[in-house]
């Protein structure tokens, strides 16, 4: 059972990675950037304090949290105990695949950009679908490009991604779950 899951997640990297061009190369690399995003995140950051005025140092801590929580156990809970090699470090694989620029660390499982993407995402989702109902699709497009960007550059495999999406939202429910906690009492 593990051995063709790993082959059919080995081939559908195969495939999304083989999908290149030099011009979706550029795209890729600045979806996978944190600057790639920066008009959302200003955008996000004004809708915050438009909605949220004095309360919006809370939600911006906890959305600070959330994407620290994600980060940090990504690496310490998943990275370092499970040890899957990403495909660029993966001896066997890594002369078939199209590299754009680097390799990362020597592990994926999971995808740190995925779990920070989609925690921030599912947060966010929450707290504001109620006032903006263009919030869920945005979020969502910002997610799944940032996780296929992954792949695409043969930096993870696609489980790595959909692992760090789990684990995404797990964290941004969570974290959201303290925002409704502390603001009932401030």
């Known amino acids: ?7 059919i997640d080995r ?8 999908l290149n061009a030099p011009f979706l190369d550029t795209v890729m690399l600045t979806i996978s950037s944190k ?30 949290f959330t994407i620290l929580i994600s980060d940090q156990s990504s690496v310490h809970l998943f990275k370092n105990v499970f040890q899957r090699l990403r495909p660029c470090h993966d001896e066997g694989l890594a002369a078939q695949l199209h590299m754009v620029k680097y390799c990362g660390g020597k592990f994926g499982f999971v995808s740190s950009h995925a779990a920070n993407s989609v925690a921030l995402s599912a947060f966010l989702m929450l707290l504001l679908r109620k006032r903006h109902s263009w919030i869920i699709p ?10 296929y ?28 779950q303290l925002f409704k906690l502390i603001n009932k009492r401030i």
């Open 1 to 7: 059972m593990l051995e063709t899951f790993s082959a």
């Open 11 to 18: 081939d559908l990297l195969l495939f999304i990675n083989g």
């Open 35 to 64: 600057l790639g995003w920066l008009l959302l995140y200003v955008i996000l950051l004004y809708v915050i304090i438009r909605d949220f005025k004095k309360k919006s140092w809370l939600v911006l801590l906890l959305v600070a």
């Open 138 to 147: 945005v979020m969502v497009i910002y997610s799944v490009l940032i996780m």
């Open 149 to 176: 960007s992954r792949v695409y550059l043969g930096v993870h495999y696609p489980g790595d991604v959909i692992g760090g999406a789990i684990l995404g939202i797990i964290i941004g429910w969570c974290c959201y």
